[in-house]
């Protein structure tokens, strides 16, 4: 059904001299000193190129960037509703292709691109991300998940790491971890859930460099509905030195606490295989001061679910399935 | 009567410290039998690192409780305030808190007479070199310290907090007086090391205080904000894109002019472009795109755009070739590359000169203090690579 | 109605449609490029109508299952913001699930419109109609009026996309239907022809607001307290031109079809001598005006105005002819729980709209048909000696009866 051609050729981006030097999102925008989602905001959209249409979900990457009737974009942008990160893209991409196909525009390859955050992406608007990702237009959603709903000065959410601090979940004198939900694997979920869709990723904005950028361009070309999870260390809600951003991010990849991977047709690849020498996950979280109120069982415990990820999952980093495929004899139905 | 005091402070960084200091204000001046109340501007919400925000606290002896909600309680902004504190020296350049506002003079809201106070180590020369003419004369306060950062969860109990109060009180104690400050804070903490940092202010101040003539200080730059009528826009919630324009050199790529937001940092990063190895990284990993690439393979610096994070410093692989140095050796905001094409003898002398023998960077944590180390002189060309592990 | 030469032109067959399927007929017609369709009672059949077109291949759109109210209003708000026509209807609580949407359509300006099949709101859960669910999004910028026959169901899809999409309105468009009674009731009606359609209502163009690369523009930036006044101010701006837009429409209607309309916002019915009159939106006008009729046959000065247009609210109009009579009856087929009087919403809008006028006639409520009860002719002249008993009895303004209730 789909008229325009929805592959364009993938090229990797094969090292740094090759990224393009033209901004679509530029300076001139409110977001916090060393604000990695902003890096992802400025990547996603130099690869995807001037002719691309984005949709952001309320969030800090909506107020802080267009924030009081000013814009930072170059490319059309416009704002839709917390849990509208998928439906906003689809009703776009819809517009289009029948505008094109009436001959009521001209007929082109426009990227559709829609950005939400944790908790508009991987709570409120999930059912809208899952049927978007049952749809059949070529549409790019990237979830930038900086662990809080960081706009309203960071309550935790369904992304949120376990025993953070947030202004919802402080450590009190009964108790010292308030934040006991684990975070939820939305990638793996997504990826899991909809077999017609052709490409899943995890990323990080700037480790390893260039990852991110390859990743949206090889969702854009391989068409269809697609999915990015970025993690991006937010200085705000994480507590530590703007300056600092990158390190995060390598430590949250290296550790392992943070798996990076895509599933393309099917086939997952890791970007960084955390199955072999994980740097301890202490080292992450001693750096930031979200942790500070941790003692060392709580490091240990969240160590423990870390590596249970990496060495007991059927596919680490992506399913929670354990022990493998097991055929049931009739008996142990009911053992 | 009312006394209006205004904080302004840098966003999430100096949050709590902000917060505390508006409200002690006044709850210490209700103590004394006035009547007062603090609240934030709501506009600075939500907060972002660095940009500039605001705390207010108003105290009047004469004023019923709704009389003085009714002056100073509903709006956006103060018209004046008697008091202006900046807790961070840095923002005497001029804050620019929001879009369309464009950078507003640190003492716009002094009133005549009126007192601003800045926690610095700078004098009050230096200072009044960024600071714009008033019609008027007012005090200019220095009490001083450090800027104190920190983050939302770890606070940097330094003592700021109660030095600002004990100085406040030493430039009118009527306001908020020494007794009452004391009263209050050994009742709250029972610490009488913190009524000692305060007295210690409180004692100090006036000798850091003098007055400021209309002679002094500097014709501001910038314009007061314009804006339009409901029917001199578009309907319909939009804005025009900024429009796209890109070519190779300083100011090649198009930008934000509606908001800037240079004055959020605190730092900036000195470039050696001798050292350079053109790997990208500080363009590459710039969350604000303030880095313009150039025809020779470098990458120029638009200061009116960076907010001074210090990622790239962080980033890069060689040693002293980016070094984020305190904002108030600046004047200017101009391209430090087209400076080092003129003359780069000139320019390596001029960045060396203003980076100093000392470097200051910030741990991971921010609230756990600030490791100054010894700067070295790296020699014209020598590229020493960083050995950089995070994980050691 | 039968065609007759002249109509033939500009007619293309009549057909006999549930006010649902006659609404779909339109929607084909307006040629709409994105639809999106989630199920509720009792809107629902007009998605079923419309997918059978579409699988037909007699109307060429984008056609979409949502996974919930919310993102059906999102994907056509969306749809519409890069230049489609787009259309999306609801019921009741489904209605309320995706009324955040529904209100930054408005503030956004996007002309979508909306099917609302009217129906009481949970619980406990019930079908039938009640105007509260349209009634939720009178005050938020919406273009708001209720069709009461199917072959106004069919031409007011076609006058609500030519007002909403006019330049100098832009608002999104509610068209309110009763559910049950003209949402599923079958009626012969006229179907035009898509040439006459071309000729009354032009391709949707949002012009510089239209999101596409060739105009880039950032829309919906987040503001502060500098700015949402002057947008507040932009938005009751158009709502006033609506009205003038809303009087082009019809007259450009009735010269191409033929005199359909008397006038736009309202339809009187043996108003002319009339003491005494009920007022009512949507199908509650068949008795109401039936029983006028038979009651004028016994010598009572009755008559009955079917409203129209609640959003914009027709406040000249409506002012001037009410203030003719000693005495109106006011039909209320929702409910405000404490409101003034403890009335109903059309109560209080039509007593407001009477309070500066010369002569003010005694105004009573009636609350009636709630949650799909039907309002019967020997309901309507109980309202309407009512009314006639309120004539001179100052004392009976803003007295409200419930009609129909067991008691």
């Known amino acids: ?335 | 009567m009312i006394k209006r005091v205004e904080v302004n402070y840098r966003g999430i960084f100096q949050k709590s410290l902000g917060k505390k200091i508006g409200s002690d204000i006044a709850i210490i001046a209700t103590h004394m039998g006035q009547v007062g109340f603090s609240n934030g501007r709501y506009s600075d919400s939500p907060e972002r690192n660095g940009i500039p925000c605001k705390y207010f606290a108003y105290v009047s002896p004469d004023l019923s409780e709704e009389e003085l909600e009714a002056e100073c309680g509903a709006n956006l902004d103060i018209d004046t305030c008697d008091f202006s504190i900046v807790l961070d020296d840095t923002m005497v350049k001029g804050v620019e808190p929001w879009g369309w506002h464009g950078i507003r003079p640190i003492n716009e809201k002094v009133t005549e007479n009126g007192y601003l106070l800045v926690v610095s180590r700078k004098s009050h020369d230096e200072l009044l070199r960024f600071i714009g003419k008033k019609p008027y004369p007012y005090h200019l306060a220095i009490l001083e310290g450090d800027a104190s950062l920190a983050g939302l969860w770890v606070y940097k109990d330094d003592l700021t907090h109660e030095r600002v109060l004990g100085a406040l009180a030493g430039l009118d104690p009527s306001l908020i007086s020494m007794e009452a400050i004391e009263a209050h804070l050994l009742e709250k903490t029972h610490e009488q090391h913190r009524v000692d940092a305060a007295r210690e202010a409180y004692e100090t101040i006036r000798q850091h205080t003098r007055v400021v003539t209309p002679e002094e200080g500097i014709d501001w730059p910038y314009a007061p904000p314009v804006l339009p009528k409901w029917f001199d826009f578009p309907e319909g919630i939009v804005v025009p894109a900024v429009e796209r324009g890109f070519t190779m050199g300083p100011r090649g790529q198009s930008r934000n002019t509606t908001f800037k937001r240079g004055t959020t940092k605190t730092q900036r990063p000195v470039v050696r472009f001798d050292l350079c190895t053109k790997c990208t990284l500080c363009w590459l990993e710039c969350p604000d795109e303030c880095f313009d690439p150039t025809p020779d393979g470098l990458y120029d610096v638009n200061y009116e755009y960076c907010v001074g994070c210090g990622k790239c410093a962080e980033v890069c692989p060689v040693q002293e070739c980016i070094v984020m140095v305190d904002e108030l050796r600046f004047e200017d905001n101009s391209s430090p590359w087209e400076a080092y094409k003129r003359d780069p003898a000139a320019y390596l002398e001029w960045a060396e000169e203003k980076k100093g023998t000392e470097r200051v960077n910030y741990p991971f944590v921010t609230g756990t203090g600030v490791a100054v180390t010894a700067g070295q002189r790296v020699p014209e060309g020598k590229v020493i690579p960083v050995k950089k592990e995070v994980y050691r | 109605m039968t065609l007759t030469a002249e109509s033939r032109a500009v007619y293309e067959r009549e057909d006999l449609l549930t006010g649902c399927q006659a609404v779909a007929q339109a929607v084909r017609l307006a040629d709409v490029d994105v639809i999106a369709a989630y199920p509720i009672r009792p809107y629902t059949e007009v998605m079923d109508a419309i997918s059978k077109i579409i699988a037909d291949g007699q109307l060429d759109a984008e056609y979409m299952i949502a996974d919930s109210e919310h993102s059906q209003f999102e994907i056509v708000k969306h749809a519409s913001s890069v230049g489609a026509r787009a259309f999306a209807g609801s019921s009741g609580t489904g209605w309320c699930y995706g009324f955040e949407a529904l209100v930054v359509t408005a503030t956004d300006r996007l002309p979508v419109l909306f099917l609302v099949g009217n129906r009481a709101l949970d619980d406990p859960g019930a079908f039938g109609v009640e105007h509260n669910d349209a009634m939720a999004v009178r005050d938020m910028g919406w273009l708001l009026c209720w069709a009461s026959t199917a072959q106004e169901a069919l031409e007011h899809v076609l006058i609500g996309y030519r007002i909403a999409e006019d330049a100098r309105v832009r608002m999104p468009m509610a068209l309110a239907m009763d559910g049950g009674f003209l949402t599923h009731s079958q009626h012969i009606v006229q179907i035009p022809s898509p040439e006459a359609v071309k000729r009354f209502l032009p391709p949707y163009d949002l012009g510089s607001r239209r999101l596409h690369p060739d105009n880039p523009i950032s829309i919906a930036p987040q503001v502060n307290e500098d700015w949402v006044m002057e947008l507040r101010r932009q938005n009751w701006e158009a709502a006033r031109r609506a009205r003038d837009v809303i009087v082009e429409a019809y007259h450009e209607f009735n010269q191409i079809f033929g005199p359909r309309y008397e006038s736009p916002f309202f339809t009187e019915y043996m108003t002319d001598d009339a003491d005494a009159v009920l007022v009512g939106l949507g199908t509650v006008a068949m008795p109401g005006r039936t029983a006028a009729r038979r009651l004028r046959e016994k010598g009572h000065k009755v008559g009955y105005i079917n409203l129209r247009w609640f959003r914009p609210f027709p406040t000249v109009e409506l002012r001037e002819s009410l203030s003719r009579f000693k005495a109106v009856g006011v039909i209320d087929r929702d409910f405000a729980h404490g409101s003034p009087d403890d009335g109903g919403i059309l109560l209080h809008e039509i007593r407001s709209c009477l309070y500066p006028a010369r002569q003010r006639p005694v105004v009573v409520n009636f609350i009636a048909g709630l949650g799909g009860r039907d309002i019967s002719i020997g309901n309507c002249e109980k309202m309407y000696s009512l009314t006639e008993s309120a004539i001179g009895n100052e004392a009976m303004d803003g007295s409200v009866t419930w009609i129909g209730v067991r008691e």
């Open chain 1, 1 to 335: 059904m789909a008229i325009v051609e929805p592959v364009q050729q993938f090229e990797r981006i094969r090292n740094v001299h090759k990224v393009p030097l033209e901004e679509l999102y530029t300076s001139g925008h409110r977001t916090c000193q060393g604000c990695e989602s902003a890096t992802v905001m400025r990547g996603f959209i130099k690869v995807a190129g001037p002719r691309t249409v984005v949709t952001g979900s309320t969030g800090c990457m909506y107020v802080a960037n267009t924030s009081y009737m000013t814009t930072p974009w170059i490319v059309p942008w416009m704002h839709t509703q917390l849990g509208a990160g998928g439906s906003s893209a689809v009703g776009m991409a819809a517009g289009l292709r029948a505008l094109m196909r009436k001959g009521k525009i001209p007929e082109e390859k426009i990227n559709v691109i829609s950005f939400c955050g944790d908790i508009g992406g991987a709570d409120m608007g999930l059912s809208g991300i899952s049927s978007a990702l049952q749809s059949d237009y070529d549409l790019l959603i990237i979830l930038y998940d900086n662990e809080s709903a960081a706009n309203t000065d960071i309550q935790a959410t369904g992304m949120t790491t376990y025993g953070a601090q947030t202004t919802f979940t402080p450590p009190g004198k009964k108790y010292r971890i308030m934040q006991r939900r684990w975070k939820k694997n939305v990638a793996g979920m997504l990826a899991v859930g909809h077999p017609t869709c052709r490409y899943v990723a995890t990323a990080c904005a700037t480790y390893p460099p260039l990852d991110f950028l390859n990743k949206v361009k090889k969702a854009l070309s391989v068409g269809g509905p697609t999915f990015i999870h970025s993690y991006d260390p937010c200085p705000k809600g994480w507590d530590y030195h703007p300056r600092y951003s990158h390190d995060i991010g390598e430590l949250a990849i290296r550790s392992g606490i943070f798996p990076l991977y895509e599933v393309h047709d099917g086939q997952v690849t890791y970007q960084h295989d955390a199955r072999k020498n994980r740097v301890p996950v202490r080292e992450f979280l001693m750096r930031q001061g979200r942790f500070a109120h941790l003692i060392d069982e709580d490091i240990d415990y969240i160590q423990k679910r870390v590596d249970e990820m990496w060495e007991e999952w059927e596919i680490p980093g992506v399913a929670p399935i354990k022990g493998g495929l097991k055929i049931a004899r009739k008996s142990s139905a009911t053992d």
